[in-house]
């Protein structure tokens, strides 16, 4: 895919609102050192947005708790209004923040977008290079849970890995891209560049969503640079047949099409009205919270409330990375850049590892992942975990990303 001609030039590139850095001036292939410090103002400007929010009347499906269909309208007044007050009086950005600047944070520009990283490199001398991708509504905030573990694991003899973990373009510290381009193929490219710059001509990539997505493309697209995939999305290829498929297979299928046809307004709504929605999301830190925390609730494993697995601070970790740098409206947009756009004769031959998670929202049987995929090394059906994994059950998390990348290590060898 041919980049766009149309890209801000290098000098007019500028750090995300918000945003300190440790340099003034970034310079093109240059990697800068990045602290995060929000002003105290924004963060006074939240708690006070907090305290003076208007909201509706209740829901009209009253359920008691425990029961998942108390959510059939959206996020419950009641469940919103006490994260709200724990956002407002107890939830600490600069814990988060601190986490962030521990774990190393870096900049740079690649087609004239800054783009933030997290880089933990592994005091071991036989670590991997591996790049983890995020989706939507998620963000680096997914990993900070397990890159120590993976950088430097507690058993000697379990595989390390030198973890790069950007931010997508539009999210979190990156640039908000000025121009249309930004598409998934473009953000491949991107992070194949973001990593021979730091000196991993090969490496692994992992993903989800639409971290699963760039995983894809990476791995069909470069496969030159790629060591192997593992991913938690593995879409099969249009019109693949599901006659021959087991009643189990079939379910998961049919379940994925019920996803896109009763429980997908959201992607719809961003794929096509992005800047819409984006003037809700910028201006209302309860909106914002409310609009990704249903999908935390609906796509977790869990039997009523997302915070059976994920905890509140992790949670609004995320969302507060959402609203103090304004992304609103530029994450959506990767739906409007790249909503169904997977090439359908992309196919991906390289080691890949997949993992499908029960309560995740797309699920394919590998009798429809092999006819993209075609060199699988393993394939799991993990018992429980839903579409955040890492924050969900971190360990297990750990536990199954080693085991794919064990196997592409040994089939590389």
């Known amino acids: 895919m041919s980049e766009p001609t149309d890209a801000r030039p290098v000098a007019d590139a500028r750090p995300a609102d918000n945003a300190q850095q440790t340099d003034t001036v970034l310079e093109d292939e240059a990697v800068h050192g990045f602290a995060s410090h929000i002003p105290e103002t924004e963060l006074d400007d939240l708690r006070a947005r907090l305290q003076s929010a208007r909201l509706p009347e209740p829901e009209t499906v009253v359920r008691p708790q425990p029961d998942p269909r108390r959510w059939d309208q959206g996020v419950p007044l009641n469940d919103l209004m006490e994260l709200v007050d724990y956002w407002r009086t107890d939830y600490s950005w600069r814990d988060f923040e601190d986490r962030l600047n521990g774990i190393g944070q870096f900049r740079t520009i690649i087609n004239g977008l800054s783009i933030h990283f997290l880089h933990r490199r592994s005091s071991r001398s036989d670590a991997t290079p591996l790049i983890l ?81 760039i995983t894809t493309i990476l791995g069909g697209r470069f496969p030159d640079h790629l060591i192997g995939i593992h991913t938690t999305y593995a879409p099969g290829v249009p019109g693949a047949s599901l006659e021959d498929l087991t009643e189990g297979e079939r379910a998961w299928a049919l379940d994925a099409e019920d996803f896109w046809t009763n429980r997908a307004a959201y992607a719809y709504q961003q794929a096509t009205r992005p800047q819409t929605i984006g003037y809700a999301l910028v201006d209302s830190p309860v909106g914002q919270l409310a609009w990704i925390l249903d999908k935390f609730a609906e796509w977790t494993d869990t039997e009523d409330s997302p915070f059976e697995t994920i905890s509140r601070d992790r949670l609004l970790d995320n969302v507060s990375l959402y609203w103090l740098m304004r992304t609103g409206a530029s994450s959506a947009r990767i739906y409007f850049e790249s909503h169904n756009s997977l090439d359908p004769e992309l196919r991906v031959d390289i080691p890949t590892a997949i993992t499908m998670y029960p309560s995740d929202i797309e699920k394919y049987p590998r009798a429809l992942s092999e006819h993209r995929y075609r060199n699988i090394v393993r394939w799991t059906a993990a018992e429980r975990g839903g579409h955040f994994p890492s924050l969900e059950m971190s360990d297990e998390f750990v536990a199954d990303l080693r085991a794919g990348l064990s196997a592409i290590l040994a089939a590389n060898r």
């Open 133 to 213: 991708t995020h989706g939507w509504p998620g963000s680096v905030a997914e990993y900070v849970d397990v890159i120590d573990e993976l950088a430097e694991p507690t058993d000697s003899a379990a595989p390390a890995f030198h973890c790069v973990v950007p931010s997508l373009p539009g999210f979190g510290f990156s640039d908000r891209p000025s121009v249309t381009g930004w598409s998934t193929d473009r953000i491949a490219a991107a992070w194949v560049t973001l990593m021979v710059r730091l000196g991993y001509d090969r490496f692994a990539a992992f993903g989800g969503d639409w971290g699963g997505v």
